[in-house]
């Protein structure tokens, strides 16, 4: 197979999210972290426990395997950081806070969003990676207007043992928190894309020591993708090529 899209290689991008996490419950939000997460199950993580987010296990052809209602998932599995969920963001900081809540200042916004929703028992729990599908400094701010999940220093200033902000994917690349002391740092471009346009699309600073290309989809998991995951191609109209 040939001509790979850029939502292919975000696709697999999201499902690298999942590499080494085993037995776990997943809940990615979005429709890209959900073929990613599916994907991963097809392939590389066979355990993980596919969640859609309310009280089902899902196969990764969309059969019930299980029921899990939400009260169990927060008595059972969040508080003990058996959970990986990839969630959204209208803003992310330096520091790995994100916004789901509110553009402006808080008891006037200029923009009322989603509201913290499951960002501060998210990210205080277990890991929380984050799928950004139009990187820009509109997303990628100094200081978030209202912290909704939970960025590192605050992690520390509370001690939360199972915070874990482990991977930003975007349309543009990779991104973790894992430089000098939590700092930001980019892990990979996606093909066609330059160190410089994500650094330039990002309004704090970023390391960019030791950036690599984010690997392609391999035949059989463009053949899964393709045929079995999205045949009508959804994924293009999230990000365009």
Known sequence: MSDIS??????????????GDGEIVVSPMGFIPSLGARLARLTFEPDLLLSDGEAYLMTPDAVVEGWQPFRKVLDTVVPRGKRHVVMGANQIDGEGNQNISAIGDHSQ????????????????????SYWVPRHGKRVFVDQVDVVS????????????RHHDVHRVVTNLGVLDFGGEDHAPRLLSVHPGVSVDEVVEATSFPLSTGGVTETRLPTESELLLIRTSLDPKSLRDKEVPS
């Open 6 to 19: 850029r939502a292919e290689v975000a696709v697999v991008a999201c499902a690298e999210l999942f590499r």
């Open 149 to 160: 999940g939970v960025g590192y220093a605050r992690a520390r200033e509370a001690g939360l």
């Open 109 to 128: 916004p200029k923009k009322q969003l989603l509201g913290v929703r499951g960002g501060p028992g998210n990210t205080a729990n277990h890991r929380t």
